[in-house]
C-alpha cells in the first residue's frame, strides 16, 4: 500500500477563481489517476496523469478548464480553473503500481465554490 | 459502458445479518474490484478477483465472479454498524484501458 497525501483536504472559493490540489505519494507509482465526485454521486474519471507528458482526458473533460501536472513520479496537481459552483466536489487522487491491481486514494479534496 | 452496474442501490440491514450486494458488467474483464467509501472519505479497495478466479474470501467478505453471466456479488456475513458505506464493483479489462471506471455503487446501512 502506500500513504496518499492531498492537499488542502476542503477548500471554500469564489467563483471565478482557480484551486490547484495537490497530491503526493509515499513512493514511486506507475500510474496517477483525478476522480471527481461530485455530491450524491459516485466517482467519474477525470484524467490520467502521466509522467512527463500530458495527461489523457475523459469525455467530457478539458485541459483548459482541468490542467494536470505530473513532474515525477511521486507527485501530481489538479487545478480546477475559472471555478463556478457545479464544481463543487471531493477530487480525489488514486495510485496504481501495475497495470491491473487495484488503485488505492488519497482522503479526497473537498471543494466548495461559492 | 466500461462501468460495473451496482444492485441494489441501497440495502438496509441489522447489525449480525448478512449484505448481499451484487454487480454486473459488458464485456470480458481482466479482473474485478470491490470498493467501499465511508461518507465523503477516500475509496478504500476490499478485494479483488480476477477473470480465472470464482471465489475469494478475505476475511468477513466473501466475492463471487461468474464471467457466463459477467455477474459477481459481494456478501459481507455478520455485519456491523462499521460496514455503514458504500460499495463500488470496478471491472477492469485491461489491454490499452488501464483506468478504473465506478458505478453508482450500493449505499449500505447497517443499523445497530
Known amino acids: 500500500s502506500a500513504v496518499i497525501s492531498q492537499k488542502p483536504s476542503r477548500d471554500i472559493c469564489q467563483r471565478g477563481t482557480s484551486l490547484t490540489i495537490q497530491c503526493q505519494v509515499d513512493s514511486q507509482v506507475t500510474m496517477m489517476f483525478w476522480y471527481r465526485q461530485q455530491p450524491g454521486q459516485s466517482l467519474t474519471l477525470i484524467a490520467t496523469?502521466?509522467?512527463?507528458?500530458?495527461?489523457?482526458?475523459e469525455s467530457g473533460f478539458v485541459i483548459d478548464k482541468f490542467p494536470i501536472s505530473r513532474p515525477n513520479l511521486t507527485f501530481s496537481t489538479l487545478t480546477v480553473s475559472n471555478m463556478s459552483p457545479e464544481d463543487s466536489s471531493i477530487y480525489l487522487c488514486s495510485v496504481r503500481w501495475d497495470f491491473s491491481g487495484e488503485l488505492f486514494f488519497g482522503e479526497g479534496s473537498r471543494l466548495t465554490v461559492l | 459502458s466500461q462501468q460495473g452496474e451496482e444492485d441494489p442501490q441501497a440495502l438496509s440491514i441489522q447489525e449480525g445479518e448478512n449484505a448481499t450486494m451484487n454487480c454486473s458488467y459488458k464485456?470480458?474483464?481482466?479482473?474485478l474490484q470491490w470498493y467501499r467509501q465511508n461518507s465523503g472519505r477516500g475509496l478504500v479497495h476490499l478485494i479483488l478477483?480476477?477473470?480465472?478466479?470464482r471465489e475469494k474470501h478475505s476475511g468477513r467478505l466473501r466475492v463471487t465472479l461468474d464471467t457466463s453471466k459477467k455477474s459477481s456479488s459481494l456478501l459481507i456475513t455478520a455485519s456491523r454498524a462499521a460496514d455503514t458505506a458504500s460499495y463500488f464493483c470496478?471491472?477492469?479489462?485491461?489491454?490499452?484501458?488501464?483506468?478504473?471506471?465506478f458505478g453508482t455503487g450500493t449505499l449500505l446501512a447497517v443499523q445497530p
Open positions: 478477483i480476477r477473470s480465472n478466479e
Open positions: 496523469a502521466n509522467q512527463g507528458s500530458e495527461a489523457t482526458y
Open positions: 470496478a471491472p477492469y479489462y485491461g489491454g490499452a484501458t488501464n483506468k478504473l471506471i
Open positions: 464485456t470480458s474483464i481482466n479482473n
